[in-house]
């Protein structure tokens, strides 16, 4: 157990729809990222967030959007789902934004499109 | 284009064997990590290596570092049916900067 809860596990919902995945933290850790994998396209950095703030973009579509909130919970928000939207999503944490920090993965919530 | 190339991608030994897995790059990293990842889990990292040269040991693995910090290595030896996994080797260009993922070698060790 990593410490870093998400939820839900599972998820599946039409195309055009929109979804809400959230992320704890492990407790103590500041910094929020997101990631995307899938078959084909690896595991894809998202978005990062530090303390609040956003910290560092990837390869994150309009369609998508994120936050971190005062108690260091974040959410991803999906919106005008398409097929090829369907992956696992990761949050991960860890103390600081330095690299070669350890980042602590959750398990991961898996979104079907339908 | 990848900015960090695993190799191979796919590698299928028996119980027993050693091996070794590949992460190569172009560009120079302040830091590098190794990751593995099982089925329905997040990836758990296995080691962090940050000097040019570096060699770390955990248990039967050997990870190794490029002189250069341009690309680094994974050894198993005598490989266990539990090491089973996607490996992934993640870089950072800067001490502030974000990890960039390779695509993993999806290692199988059969009984």
């Known amino acids: 157990d990593s410490g870093v809860t998400q939820t839900p596990k599972h998820l599946i919902t039409a195309t055009g729809q929109r979804v809400t995945l959230r992320c704890s933290p492990r407790s103590g850790d500041l910094s929020v990222y997101w990631y995307q994998q899938s078959l084909d396209q690896g595991l894809q950095f998202l978005i990062q967030y530090y303390n609040g703030e956003e910290r560092a973009k990837g390869n994150i579509l309009e369609r998508f959007s994120a936050q971190q909130f005062p108690d260091l919970h974040s959410e991803l928000n999906l919106s005008s789902l398409e097929l090829g939207d369907s992956a696992l999503y990761f949050c991960a944490s860890s103390v600081s934004y330095r690299a070669g920090n350890t980042i602590y993965f959750g398990e991961g919530s898996w979104l079907t499109v339908v | 284009t990848q900015l960090l190339e695993q190799s191979p991608q796919f590698l299928s030994i028996q119980e027993g064997e050693n091996l070794t897995v590949y992460c190569n790059s172009s560009?120079?990293?302040?830091?590098l990590q190794w990751y593995r990842q099982e089925p329905g889990e997040g990836p758990v990292l296995l080691v962090t290596?940050?000097?040019?040269?570096e060699v770390k040991k955990l248990k039967r693995l050997t990870f190794q570092f490029g002189d250069a910090r341009k690309d680094s290595s994974l050894h198993i030896t005598a490989a266990q049916p539990g090491d089973t996994g996607l490996y992934l080797c993640?870089?950072?260009?800067?001490?502030?900067?974000?990890?960039?993922f390779g695509d993993g070698t999806t290692l199988t060790v059969k009984p």
């Open positions: 290596v940050v000097t040019g040269g």
């Open positions: 993640a870089g950072a260009r800067t001490n502030a900067g974000k990890s960039t």
């Open positions: 560009s120079v990293f302040s830091s």
